[in-house]
Every structure is written in C-alpha cells, then in structure tokens.
C-alpha cells in the first residue's frame, strides 16, 4: 500500500500539471499532448508494476551484530551495516506513513552514504528494534571514524 | 584521535585550552609583555609605498586621463588603510610565555586576550612572505591540537624575528626541537634546515621537471585569458593599448580565417602554458612531503612555496588509505594525482593532494611509504571484472548514442534545427563512446592485500583507491536489471573517510558475495546462503 501511495504520489501532480498545460495554454499542445499521452501511460505502468514488485524483493533483518536490508525493484541494492559503525538510530514517519500507520527505520554510520533506510514497518515493530540497535549500540564503543 | 579543544570559555570542570576574553588573567603578573618585532613597522612601510606606486606611476609619470585610473586609486587607498591598521595593531599587541600559559593581548577599540596552555600546545609553526622573509621576520602560529588540518590555529604572532621564532619553538615545544637547530645556526638557508624537527623522515622532495606534467592541461586556456584580460586592462591605466598593439602586429584579413584561428589558438595556448608554469613554480617550489613524529604520533606534512611558505599537517591516526587517479588523456606519459583518503578533511580540500602532478614512477613509491605496509597493497594484482561488464557498458554507450541521435532527429523533423544533425551526431558519439566503454572496462579490478582492500575504475580519470579494512563502516552490493541479466553486481564499501563510498563495479556476481565478506569480516557471513548469488536474507 505504501509504496503504490507513493507512486500516485508522484505521477498524479506531474499528469496533472502537464493537463493544465495542455488545457489552458493552446501553444503548447505540440509537445504537451504527447507527453501527456507517454506520462499517462508510464504512469499507469508504474503504479500497477512497481510496489508488488518492491513488497516482493523487500526484505531487513536486525542481528546483534549487524542491520541487513534489501530494498529495490528495477535496481536491488543490498545494504548491511554492523552495529559497531551505527551512529544513529531514527524511526521517521513521514505524512503518507502516518496516513497509512506505518514508520521507517533509518540507522547512519559515519559515512555519508552509509545510511540504511527501512519503510514500510509497523510503527511497533520499528520502535523494537530501534530500541534494541540503541542498546546493543551502547556497548560497543567507538565508531571506527 | 586528538580531542577538540573548544575556543570559548565555558563551564567545563577542567580549564580549556584557549581561553578569550577582554581583560587578563591575574596569573604570573610579574613576567613582562613583549611587543612584536620593530621591523613589522618597516615592512608596513614599505608595503605603503609599493601599493601607491600603480596610482603614482600612472597618473604623474605617464600622464593618463585620471578618470580611467580609479581602480589603482582604489588599490592607493586600500593600500593605506591597511598600513594604518596594521600601524594599530603592532602598537596595541602585546605577548608574553608564563610558566603555564602563552597570553596575548591586542585591539585598539575591541580590546581581545588570548591565552593558550602550554600543556595543550602541538605545534609551532612558522612561515612568513617574500617582504617579510626579506627582513628576518616570522610568522609564529601556535597549534592546541584542534581541527589542524589547512593551519587553522590556536594563536598567531605576527611577526617576530628570526632568533626570537626559534627561541619560543625551544622553548613551546620543548628539546626535541632545539637539537635539529644547533647543528645549522645562522645558516643562509634559514628556511628548511632549521625548522625540520629531529625524527623526521623525507618521503618527497621537489624535482623541477614535474612542471612538465603541470604545464600542459585545458587549464592553460583558462589562464592565459585571465592574464590578456587582465594585461589589457593593466596596459589601458598606463594608457597603452594593448588590442591595437595586437591587430597591428600582422596583416590579418590577408592571412585569412584559418590562419588567423590556428595562430591565435597557438599563442594563446603558449601564453597559457607559460602561465601555468609560473604558478606552477610558485605553488610548489621547496616541496617537500615528509613524516614528522609530534607528540601524539606521527603527522604527513608537505611545506612548498616560492614567495609564501605553506605547511599542511595531516594526522596519521586519521589515515586511512591513499588514491591514486591518472586522466585519460596523460595516461601515456603516466600522469597521477596522488591524494590521501583520510577523515577529517573534505576531499575536494587540496589539503588531500600530497604530491604534486608527477609521473607514477614518484607516486607509487610515495604512496606505498604512506601506507606503510610491508607488502604495498598497491603491488597487489587486481582481480579483473568479466567481459559481461563490457557488454553492459557497450549497451550503454549504444543506447545513449541512440538517444540522442532519436533526440536530435524528432528536434530536426518538428522544428528548425538542420536535419543532417542525427547522423553528424552519430559518426562523432559513437567510436568515442564505445571508446570510452572498452577504457572503462580495462579499468576495472579489485583486490583484497593484507589490510587493505584496493578498488579500481573510471575510465576519464582512473582511480586506483587502496583503504584500510577497518575503515569500512558498511558495505552495499547493488544490481540493476541489466546487470542481473548479465550476472554482475556492484559492491560499494561506506567509509567515514575521503569520498564516503568507494565501488568496484560490475563484479560478477558469484564473486560480489566474497568480495563483500572480504570488505566487512564477520558481519556478512551470517546473510549469505551457500549459492553462487548474492546475499539472501535467511
């Protein structure tokens, strides 16, 4: 559900802007018309393929030792961060999470793009384990920076 | 890992190390206030006098029209606002060294005291430039172990003599130092015998034919028509005119276009190269890269400069791998850039380059003695990609020529662009994509060496990247659908040092696993399954 939220999301203002073009400004309709028709027919692709795709390749996992996530759909990206690297711990529901009950676990390391992002979790289940990378994370000192 | 000392007084539980305020500190009141060396007053002087020279030269000596000379007016005024400021400054500031604490006390209208613990000091450093240097002077600058990186410091005494910055290095920093001084004393060549603490080791030193590999770049272009552009204004406020110099030098229309382009291009070219080298001289005369032991361990330091001596020190215990990058272009006369991947320090800062642009031949020993190891993990032979990475990076090069071509051929149809665009297109893009493909591929490897984990790519500028094992704070194995097609994989490992991620693209996939249980002992193991895929979840 989260993720064809957020298809809409992004495909329904671009469509809708570009009818408003089409609609009010009659100069533009060379270009405007196709793409109409190219968007409206990428987007309805989108929306349909892409989040049983995601739900299906989406997977976490937090150990003692390490947070595994993959996420992705045309692109997989498998990402593991050890708990002895975590400096923070974030559980961030954003206004389609909160709409549809659900939270994301975001946990950085020091490097800028070290940063492993869960959605679509329970929001209980998200404050679990944020709780339990929080303590495992006290006991390992140091962050290797 | 040195701590951060804070700058402002707060309430910590122990005395910081720099302390400012506006009154001083009731301690030792009986030890004198120094004032900084007479001579800063000449050297103020005669630094008045040369900023009036432009203005004066051009408005009584060549006779020109006053009203186009207002930016060396400019340049008169600034000039004696400076010297008046600066006038203020050596008559307000005061220093002196207690037992505990090296004070300062300066200001005119905003009264500011400075104090360092000597306890906290690091490091004294002294510089100075070309009018200074003239007349003995330094620069100290005292480090209290903060963020030290492009010489930030803790206190500045602008300037003292010779003698006097070598007495207080004796004396901030102890013997250690005094013993590198008292076999050179009074030496002609103040500059770099006296100042290298005992201990040091010289990894590099600088070679004039290195301005061979810095002269020749797009750069040049650049540089030389900064240099008309600012000789044509110059020439203009000493009324001469440089263009109409230039366009009476030859027939031009009766050479005609070419001719003219091809002559222009080369001078231009010329004048740029010329300039390049000059900069070239000026930034990096004396190099010299060496291994200096402080009393924390051991620091990288490159002191270089013609006229201004700069010294960089950068943390050891912040070290954690080396780049080598060699552009596309220079790859036959094997060109590298060598830089340290360190944290700490923003990559793009040229505190990251130890060297400057040199052939391999000085790079490679220079980075194997920065890492330090016994077995350079740059020797180490790369494992090579499979030909699959190829393929995908011809499919690409294809695809985008394809594009573009389709882009250019609809433009061409609808509207006014010519229509022979696409295929002109075509015949320029794709020998050079493809090309570009093949040397990207060629550039692919990646090798695990004893601590080190090395990665290389990149086919414009090859960068071979060797980073310490345990530096990586988290790895990511990436797959596109092209890729999964043809069975390859991306592993990226996360650092807090340098760029934050370094990839080796476009493995195969069987071996993306290894690699990444490879990057990040012992925490990958418990996600792999035993197949020849990339990590599952179990």
């Known amino acids: ?145 | 890992m040195t701590e951060r000392t804070p700058v402002e007084t707060t309430d910590a539980p122990e005395p910081v190390a720099v302390a400012v305020g506006d009154a001083p500190a009731a301690d030792a009141p009986d030890v004198p206030w120094l004032r900084l060396d007479q001579r800063v007053v000449w050297v103020n002087a005669l630094r008045l006098l040369l900023s009036q020279l432009p203005a004066v030269i051009a408005l009584f000596v060549v006779g020109v029209n006053p009203s186009v000379v207002w930016p060396l007016v400019g340049i008169a005024a600034w000039g004696v606002l400076r010297s008046v400021a600066d006038l203020v400054r050596w008559i307000r500031t005061r220093y002196r060294i207690t037992e505990r604490y090296v004070e300062r006390r300066t200001g005119l209208f905003v009264r500011r005291y400075r104090s360092v613990r000597r306890d906290r000091i690091r490091s004294v450093d002294a510089d100075a430039k070309l009018l200074q240097r003239v007349a003995r002077l330094r620069r100290v600058t005292i480090g209290a172990g903060q963020v030290n990186t492009a010489g930030e410091s803790a206190l500045t005494l602008n300037a003292v003599s010779l003698a006097e910055a070598h007495a207080l290095r004796g004396q901030l920093l102890g013997a250690a130092a005094m013993e590198a001084r008292t076999a050179t004393d009074g030496a002609a060549a103040d500059h770099d015998a006296a100042e290298r603490p005992s201990g040091a080791r010289q990894l590099a030193g600088f070679r004039w034919w290195w301005v061979c590999y810095n002269m020749f770049s797009v750069w040049a272009y650049l540089t030389a028509a900064g240099l008309l552009w600012g000789a044509y204004w110059m020439a203009l406020m000493f009324g001469f005119d440089l263009g109409g110099w230039v366009t009476g030098l030859a027939d031009w229309d009766g050479l005609g276009l070419l001719w003219t382009v091809l002559i222009a291009l080369a001078a231009t070219g010329l004048l740029g190269v010329v300039g390049m080298a000059g900069a070239f001289f000026t930034e990096h005369a004396h190099f010299r890269l060496e291994r200096v032991p402080t009393a924390d361990g051991t620091v990288l330091r490159t002191s270089q400069g013609l006229f201004k001596t700069r010294e960089i020190s950068r943390d050891d215990k912040r070290l954690r791998g080396v780049t080598l990058s060699e552009p596309l272009l220079w790859r036959w006369m094997r060109m590298t850039d060598t830089t340290v991947i360190t944290t700490g320090l923003s990559m793009w800062s040229v505190a990251a380059t130890i060297l400057p642009r040199g052939p391999m031949s000085t790079a490679r020993p220079v980075a194997d003695a920065v890492l330090a190891e016994p077995d350079s993990p740059l020797a180490a032979p790369l494992r090579h990609h499979p030909p699959a990475a190829l393929r995908r990076r011809v499919m690409w090069a294809g695809w985008l020529t394809a594009a573009a071509c389709g882009l250019l051929g609809w433009l061409g149809a609808t509207t006014a662009l010519s229509a022979d665009a696409w295929w002109i297109t075509a015949l320029v893009l794709l020998p050079l994509s493809l090309t570009l493909a093949y040397v990207g591929y060629r550039a692919l490897g990646h090798s695990t060496a004893g601590r080190h984990l090395v990665v290389r790519s990149g086919a414009v500028s090859r960068a071979t990247s060797a980073l310490r094992r345990d530096a990586v704070s988290g790895v990511r194995v990436r797959q596109s659908l092209l890729q999964r097609r043809l069975g390859l994989a991306t592993v990226a490992v996360s650092t807090a040092a340098g760029y934050g991620a370094y990839a080796a693209p476009d493995l195969a996939a069987r071996d993306a696993a290894a690699f990444a249980a490879d990057c990040l002992p012992t925490y990958v193991e418990p996600f792999r399954t035993q197949q020849a895929d990339p990590p599952e979840a179990d």
């Open chain 1, 1 to 145: 559900m989260l993720w064809a939220a957020r298809a809409l999301s992004l495909v329904t203002p671009l469509i809708l802007v570009l009818a408003a073009c089409y609609l009010l400004w009659s100069a533009s309709r060379t270009w405007t018309g196709p793409l109409l028709v190219v968007t409206g027919v990428l987007g309805a692709a989108y929306v349909a393929v892409m989040p049983p795709w995601r739900y299906a390749v989406h997977r976490w996992e937090v150990t003692d030792e390490a947070v595994y996530a993959a996420a992705g759909w045309f692109v997989r990206e498998w990402r593991i961060a050890p708990l002895s690297r975590i400096q923070t711990v974030d559980t961030v529901r954003g206004p389609l999470d909160q709409l549809l009950g659900l939270s994301t676990l975001v946990v950085t390391t020091a490097s800028a793009s070290g940063a492993v992002t869960i959605r679509g979790l329970e929001p209980g289940t998200a404050r679990e384990a944020a709780d339990r990378l929080n303590r495992t994370t006290q006991l390992t000192p140091g962050d290797a920076t």
